[in-house]
């Protein structure tokens, strides 16, 4: 890959600038993080005073642990892969993307992998609760494109009118898409998160319960409550990942269940 200045011959006349949202990444991600924060600090307060409400409210104290952990881990990670500026060019032979004042730029031979969803628009009214939040995060459209220098990049529902650069790379390059037959992943990935799940779910509830029936030193209630919470943590991942699974195959089916929108994507 080269990085040359948009606008070379090699990426021939500039036809669009999408901006991304850079902004949102963080808010979003701190008010996650707070409301994570927030389920912490009630679990520590029900663990302390366990006299003050039945032992089943520890388990609402968990959601917004389990919610926010993982929202909080990625929003925030991609707002400091953003940067500042952050914007994709199209271009008459291929794409750029700036962040930072750093640009990297590919041809339409360069692109070797392809997945998206441009139809991702069409759900803005659903009322599919998964759906509202992951709108709300910029998790309802995605694009993943990775080049044969090995480099990849991800565009998101933050990016403007980033569905346009999602068809006009499925124009380009249809050869890219994976086939169905190797979109196995989703499906092992909803089967094994739950179980994972479960599994360090269950020393949480055992933990809680050995802190209310019986009286330890301090280092034993700390070893205690650290384990706690590498197992919430734990439990928290696997809530995000099954969320984001959920969201993927959803919108895999509704693109893939009218067969109109697959005949604009071949037609464009």
């Known amino acids: ?88 060019q199209l271009y008459e032979h291929g794409l750029a993307h700036r962040v930072s004042g750093r640009v990297r730029s590919w041809t339409w031979d360069e692109v070797a992998f392809l997945r998206a969803n441009p139809d991702a628009p069409e759900y803005e009214h659903t009322q599919v609760p998964y759906v509202r939040i992951a709108r709300h995060l910029g998790w309802h459209f995605r694009c993943v494109v990775r080049f044969t220098d090995r480099s990849r990049i991800r565009i998101d529902g933050y990016t403007a009118d980033g569905p346009a650069i999602a068809r006009t790379l499925l124009a380009r390059r249809p050869d890219a898409v994976p086939p169905e037959h190797a979109r196995k992943g989703p499906w092992i990935m909803l089967g094994m998160l739950p179980l994972v799940g479960v599994t360090l779910a269950v020393p949480i509830v055992l933990i809680y319960q050995h802190l209310n029936s019986t009286s330890s030193d301090d280092s034993t209630i700390v070893a205690m409550v650290l384990g706690m919470v590498i197992c919430i943590v734990g439990v928290a991942l696997c809530f995000g990942g099954i969320v984001a699974t959920l969201v993927s195959m959803s919108r895999a089916r509704r693109d893939g269940a009218d067969p109109r929108r697959n005949n604009r994507h071949q037609s464009r």
């Open 1 to 88: 890959m080269a990085t040359p200045e948009p606008g070379d011959d090699r990426l021939g006349r500039l036809l669009s600038t999408h901006s991304v949202a850079s902004g949102r990444y963080s808010s979003t991600g701190f008010k996650a993080l707070a409301f994570a924060f927030g389920g912490g600090l009630l679990m520590v307060l029900l663990i302390t005073y366990p006299g003050l409400v039945v032992e089943r409210i520890l388990g609402l104290a968990l959601i917004p642990t389990i919610a926010g952990l993982p929202i909080a881990a990625v929003q925030l990670t991609r707002a400091q892969r953003s940067g500042r500026d952050e914007n994709y």
